[in-house]
């Protein structure tokens, strides 16, 4: 549309084909009194009482520097289509500050808008507009997430699926991302948590102590046969005394 100049504004035309109104400033009044959208959807022939919003739209296209003074149909003002919640501004502004904050499933991000009451059809639209650009990816946030919780918190594969379920990552997801938990490695990480946690066991005595230690990488996620060979090496003759 052409820039505004001099209180003109580029030519319109009536939404239903009738001739095109005058360029004047003034004749804006006229198209609005035949043509008035109210939440995108043209009124045809509604009289206009007075101007009270931004972005008057003729034909669909937002009329750039009309006076923000607003439509009234039937003495309700109408609202204009680039601010109101459902519109794709405002949807979009919200994912892209929800993602800012942490990164999130797709099941997650549709959960998230439907709650802040957007309808059905545009959450799909703009879920679908995320996954196309790559700002929602199930699996990179689940390698992520395994590589966290796995370096960051010592979390066994247990602990780490239940965490990547509640999180709403795809199934094929989650599998994929699993493949980088090598048996060996888990039992590595297992043995060195164990060894770290004994010396703390020492005012125990030794089934006791075998006992809570073996609770205590059972809460981290770790299978049984894991736990079992890190507890034996954690407590064996040349780790900690126990009474």
């Not at 804006?28 to 043509?35: M, R, S, W």
């Not at 003729?58 to 750039?64: I, Q």
């Not at 919780?149 to 699926?161: A, N, P, W």
């Not at 125990?204 to 981290?220: C, I, M, N, W």
Request: hydrophobic share 40%.
């Amino acid at each position: 549309m052409p820039a505004l100049e001099s209180g003109h504004i580029a030519p319109v035309t009536y939404l239903f084909g009738t001739a095109p109104v005058s360029t004047d400033t003034g004749a804006v009044q006229d198209v609005l009194a035949q043509t008035v959208w109210v939440e995108g959807v043209p009124v045809q022939g509604a009289p206009v009482q007075e101007v009270q919003v931004e972005g008057v739209q003729v034909e669909g296209v937002p009329v750039e520097g009309v006076p923000a003074q607003g439509v009234q149909v039937d003495g309700t003002p109408a609202q204009s289509t680039s601010g109101r919640k459902g519109g794709f501004k405002s949807i979009s502004n919200i994912s892209m500050f929800a993602l800012a904050k942490r990164g999130m499933s797709a099941e997650e991000m549709f959960a998230y808008l439907l709650g802040r009451e957007f309808e059905n059809g545009e959450v799909e639209l703009e879920c679908a507009r995320l996954l196309g650009v790559g700002l929602l990816d199930d699996l990179a946030l689940a390698q992520t997430l395994v590589r966290t919780l796995t370096d960051r918190k010592g979390l066994g594969r247990g602990s780490i699926v239940a965490e990547l379920r509640r999180r709403k990552i795809d199934s094929s997801a989650i599998e994929e991302a699993l493949e980088e938990l090598e048996v060996g490695g888990e039992l590595e990480r297992a043995i060195a948590i164990a060894q770290k946690r004994a010396p703390q066991l020492r005012s125990l005595d030794a089934v006791t102590a075998r006992r809570r230690l073996g609770a205590f990488l059972q809460r981290k996620g770790y299978s049984g046969s894991v736990i079992s060979t890190a507890v034996t090496r954690a407590l064996e003759p040349t780790g900690p005394v126990f009474r």
